[in-house]
């Protein structure tokens, strides 16, 4: 008889021969992150949590050990500290970890004048510098291993000078052109990169600062499966049409200056990030 095998085992097969067995997801206690790992536990990969509030972790991985049978191994610290990078190559040497999903982010609210040149520094160090260093650390493993994957998280907010996230902004410019790089230096090498361009995301990071929902607003599940079902498929993926659309606007039919203005109106009314536990 001839064995009836379901959409999701094909693709957890799939998934598991491209990718191999383990994951790094850096920046996963929450939102867009926990639905990265959620995601890729389905597919049947096991994870290395990262992030700085342990509490978090340990109850994401004991869900996910629950729920899809998977292994999970929590490291805590914070991605801004070199030392805490160099630690996590070892904690990961002897698994076989083929993909690396980058999506811890430091995003300070406010006039760049008026923002804590500490907090300005820590957009270098978590969205610029740790991804560099995380992924000069890995790939050449993946490259030896020959299969692979990358995927970095980037805004529409990185295609031009944003206002009032400035800093940000030009960290997920920076983010954008590297995947693009790398995806172009690695796609012989059977490691797939890619940049997830994302416009607004329902996530705790998000209300903290925005508040409500802007048009386009997407769950963190919608652009996590949009974003790994387009892995493997070119270098950059925006999920949901109307962000599509936007970006279409933004990047090839506004006047620079224009869209630099346009962006200036939507993070007017955004609300520097309040404090939360283990977030500087
Ligand atoms: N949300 C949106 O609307 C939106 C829009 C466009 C692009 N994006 C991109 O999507 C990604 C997710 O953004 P998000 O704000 O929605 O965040 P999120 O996925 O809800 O959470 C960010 C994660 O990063 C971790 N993290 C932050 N700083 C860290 C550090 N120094 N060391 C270790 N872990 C750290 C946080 O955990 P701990 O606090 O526990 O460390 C948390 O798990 C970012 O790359 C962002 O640029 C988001």
Redesign the pocket.
Same mark, same amino acid.
Do not use: C, F, H, W
């Given at each position: 008889m001839t064995e009836r095998r379901t959409e999701a085992e094909r693709l957890r097969d799939r998934f598991a021969e491209r990718y191999g067995s383990w994951a790094l997801v *850096?920046?996963?206690?929450?939102?867009?992150?926990a639905a990265y790992a959620c995601a890729l536990a389905e597919r049947g990969v096991n994870l290395v949590l $990262? /992030?700085?509030?342990k509490a978090?972790l340990d109850e994401i991985g004991e869900d996910l050990r629950a729920c899809f049978g998977v292994e999970v191994r929590v490291s805590e !610290?914070?991605? /801004?500290e070199p030392a805490f990078l160099k630690t996590l190559p070892s904690a990961c040497s002897g698994l076989d970890v083929g993909l690396i999903v980058y999506?811890? =982010?430091? *995003?300070p609210v406010g006039d760049f004048a008026s923002v804590a040149a500490e907090d300005l520094m820590?957009v270098v160090d $978590?969205n610029v510098r740790a991804p560099v260093a995380l992924l000069r650390a890995f790939l050449p493993r993946m490259t030896v291993r020959g299969r692979g994957g990358i995927v970095l998280? =980037?805004?529409?907010?990185g295609n031009q000078g944003t206002p009032r996230i400035a800093a940000y902004a030009a960290s997920?410019a920076f983010t954008r052109v590297l995947a693009e790089g790398l995806w172009h230096e690695l796609k012989n090498s059977g490691i797939d990169v890619i940049a997830c361009c /994302?416009?607004?995301?329902r =996530?705790? !990071?998000?209300a903290m600062t925005a508040g409500k929902d802007a048009p386009g607003t997407l769950d963190p599940e919608q652009v996590v499966e949009q974003t790994l079902r387009a892995l493997g498929r070119g270098p950059l993926v925006i999920p949901g049409f109307i962000n599509r659309a936007a970006n279409t606007f933004m990047s090839r039919l506004l006047p620079r200056r224009a869209a630099i203005s346009l962006m200036a109106g939507s993070t007017s009314s955004l609300a520097p990030a309040k404090e =939360?536990k !283990?977030?500087s």
């Open positions: *850096a920046g996963a206690s929450e939102g867009l992150g $990262v /992030a700085r509030r978090l !610290g914070d991605l /801004a999506n811890a =982010t430091q *995003a820590r $978590v998280m =980037t805004s529409l907010a997920k /994302a416009g607004a995301i =996530t705790p !990071g998000y =939360t !283990g977030r």
